[in-house]
């Protein structure tokens, strides 16, 4: 029923994204991403290299059922041997997937210097090795490695190579850019003279790399050129600087002209709102942390700082977005920063449950008290929670639920070798009750956590009526820098928290003394919780 | 003597860099990224908006002698004033800059919805405000917000406004896509558009977005299409998905083709290798985690982990690698091969006035020890003190000037608002001698200071013969960061350090206790010192 042409998505964040520096997935990873990428409606997936390594070797022996192409990569076979007789490429067939893709040379000097073999052997190579997959009734792709250096260092060679596994049988010949240095003029040139000597565009595929910053640009330069299949991994994991960005491409694709109009690819326009929820699932998965400028689907991507923009926004989201961030599954932003008024105050508020009208006198006194406590070294950028806790104070929804009476840590060192010790004392007045608590700091490795740990341990310890809430507090990151108060250098200390419940939350504490800022921000963590459990005051 | 073109380099970093989710720059902070910007060449840098927040202001008030166009930034004027009363537009122009740069609309959209004034009203203020800034004898230039977006809904009156500003004697219009949501194709079309209508290409900027992964690719675009001037920032910080990363570009304006051989920058080539330093030092200030996989500066840009790439890498680097990554002085980096790293070291070594002979054994252990380290947590990035301070305990060249046996630091808090107290107790071994030295942590204002300057002052409060060396040791800046060590999170604190002879110093710490990691640094510090000054073992 459509006139749209096919883009074919083919993805390799199990593969080359594996080649990501850090990156280790473990067979469960894999199952887990592969389930992500086929619900997200992929053509290709590529699961990695079948005998390269136990990892591999035991994710294809139990992989996934998928729509999506199920995919295995390979070496074209080694010279000497016949195809038959390559026990490398044996383990890759052996795989048994619907499609192989298997990496062979296009450039004249990587035949010559990593191969050390005749230009003319690696094109019987190839011609063998895909001969040998259609014969066995699979679907071939060839990788050409370093096509585009290949071609403009000795564009005849390099053509021949792509000619001899077409006509060998490839269902698709990717044009890689290993190493990620060409640009876009040069991708739209070579590819045009790809497709003139005889090589269909709906035949091309093209893989990128981002070394320059032009992975996506590179990608949709092949399109534009005639290629029509896409290689690319979520979030732009790959070797060095990543591949094509997968996650970045496809709302392009769906969203933007002439692309919209012009294709269809095999992910519904529905499922794009399951887009941020895909990127940030493998972020969990690697336990990287997000990259909140990342286009589309980062945290970042419609936060609104500027004073003049988040004013705009709020009269109309479109003054300054380029797409409503729903979309793709995303949220706005409009931080709290003394760039900010009093129109993105209520909205703020409001998101977070507080209803407050125009022209009530809190708004002005919380604003006020933001640029204060800012001057003063405090940022509630990402400190949401302790910025929501200043504010229900300001409109008087801050319930009291205990106060801190004192604290006392020490911290003391033997010789060395010895290790360090942490102990905290912790008195609280809890609805009239004084209660005093110590703890160490000592993990289930026996190792000592250091200050902040014991004083948080002796705090939690014994919260009465709070403490079931108060049990699956974890804190999961802590951020410290030294920052100008007023007239003097203090301590910011930023902590983030998390619960059983999967929320997470960010408070901020400031004092000359890194300790004590740690506390500040340790109390709002779990005042702010206490709230959002329902704690009603002893 | 040159036949190339020049193109015009503008950094906003320290503007709408300022717009990123999470980044608050000091006065000082700003001081030290304009000095870098100024090293490396840059042609514009714009400090901020003066007038608008107390940190721009001051520093305006305290800016920086630079090589380059130093410029301020502000909004045209508002309607219903002349622009010698507008207040806004007056404290811009006290901050006495050489250059002005104004953002105006150019979008009928915006002008009705965001101003909710008559179009014909808005190239007034246009005008008006230009010349205002040239009748100053100022340099202007004219931010056309949303112009690509503007231009798509009514080219006419887009350009109008260009040409309203132009024809006030703007030295440069900037062509902003505010949205980020254009694409390179557009980008050329619209530009050559804009050239088209009588403004001159040496006389337009390029002002882009990185919302859909083509902040880069769209600069170049509009350079190939005549615009011959980029704005952009360090690092590609700036409002949700950031501006376009000049780190980037100015490697592929100076390296690649046809760039390198068509124009010509501010930016030395020689210039080029300080580029990898400028951007881990803008993160080091920021304490943000440098992101690894960035183009050309990432710490994975040459990090070759195929095992296919990296066996080639050790035949010929060319294979695998788009450039030197020397020349943007960044570094290669192949797992399982200390080969590549031994020769940096000799040099690395040599700057700090160690040499050692090629083949040297202890090279190899002293590679071996930073890999083990970098694996606990360490980072010898930025910490060179502490990299050196193991270098030469590998080489036999560190003297042991005294021990500490043992130390205790307490923090104590009594009731609200009694402030919290610091004191510390340090043991040292000193030539044979126990000494034991105690001391609070107040400042000359009569404030706490915290547990770690409690200890610095304990430790170096009785230090004998090394007294004299330490007396003007002060701390200034202490950034710590959770980060994995080994199978657990530890606590890396890097102080910097600086004495009266202007000398300035990093040394790195870790461990799970955020003291004890301070206090390890903190020795680092002092024995550096002691070396420098020639101290000679008790």
Not at 299 to 321: M, N, Q, R, V, W
Not at 513 to 537: H, T, Y
Request: net charge negative; glycine share 10%.
């Amino acid at each position: 029923m459509t006139s749209k042409e096919r883009l074919s998505l083919f993805d390799t964040t199990l593969r080359d994204g594996q080649q990501t520096q850090g990156v280790q997935f473990s067979t469960a990873d894999k199952v887990l991403i592969t389930e992500t990428l086929d619900a997200l409606g992929l053509d290709y997936i590529e699961g990695g290299w079948p005998g390269a390594n136990p990892t591999d070797s035991a994710f294809f022996d139990a992989a996934p059922k998928t729509r999506a192409r199920f995919t295995a990569f390979g070496m074209t076979k080694r010279s000497g041997r016949s195809a038959a007789n390559d026990d490398v490429l044996a383990a890759v067939l052996n795989a048994g997937t619907e499609s192989v893709c298997l990496v062979g040379k296009s450039h004249d000097f990587h035949v010559r210097t990593a191969l050390g073999i005749p230009l003319a052997e690696n094109v019987e190579n190839l011609s063998a090795s895909f001969k040998h997959i259609v014969d066995q009734g699979r679907e071939a792709l060839y990788d050409a490695e370093h096509f585009f250096d290949g071609y403009k260092a000795n564009p005849d060679y390099a053509l021949e190579c792509l000619h001899a596994a077409y006509d060998a049988g490839c269902r698709w010949v990717v044009l890689c850019d290993t190493n990620g240095g060409t640009l876009p003029y040069e991708v739209t040139e070579i590819v045009k003279a790809v497709i003139a000597s005889g090589i269909a565009g709906d035949r091309l595929a093209i893989h990128t790399h981002d070394d320059t910053g032009h992975g996506v640009a590179n990608t949709l330069a092949a399109v534009d050129a005639g290629a029509r299949q896409i290689q690319g991994t979520l979030n732009g994991l790959g070797e060095r600087c990543g591949n094509a960005n997968l996650t970045t491409l496809i709302p392009t694709l769906l969203l933007k002209e002439p692309y919209a109009s012009r294709f269809e690819t095999g992910v519904a326009p529905e499922k794009l709102a399951e887009l941020t929820r895909a990127s940030r699932l493998l972020d969990d998965i690697l336990n990287r942390v997000p990259n909140k400028s990342a286009p589309y689907v980062g945290a970042s991507a419609f936060a609104h700082k500027a004073g003049l923009h988040a004013s705009a926004i709020l009269k109309d989201p479109t003054t300054y977005e380029h797409i409503d961030p729903a979309v793709v599954g995303n949220t706005r932003i409009v931080p709290m920063s003394n760039q900010a008024g009093q129109s993105n105050l209520i909205k703020r508020l409001g998101d977070m449950g507080l209803e407050v009208a125009k022209g009530d006198p809190a708004l002005g006194r919380i604003l006020d008290r933001i640029k204060e406590r800012e001057g003063q070294g405090y940022s509630y950028d990402t400190a949401q929670a302790s910025f929501e806790l200043l504010a229900r104070d300001e409109l008087g929804l801050s319930p009291k639920f205990f106060d801190v009476q004192r604290y006392s840590v020490t911290v003391t060192r033997g010789q060395n070798g010895n290790g360090s010790h942490s102990e905290a004392v912790v008195v609280v007045n809890l609805g009239g009750q004084r209660k005093i608590s110590a703890s160490e700091s000592i993990d289930e490795t026996g190792h000592d956590r250091g200050p902040v740990n014991a004083l948080s341990k002796a705090l939690s310890k014994d919260l009465g009526p709070y403490q079931a809430a108060i049990d699956d507090l974890r804190l999961v990151d802590f951020k410290v820098r030294i920052t100008q108060g007023g007239t003097e250098a203090v301590t910011r200390v930023i902590i983030d928290s998390e619960d059983a419940q999967g929320r997470r939350w960010s408070t901020v504490g400031v004092s000359p003394n890194i300790v004590d800022a740690s506390f500040e921000a340790l109390l709002d963590a779990i005042n702010w919780k206490l709230i959002r459990d329902g704690a009603v005051p002893a």
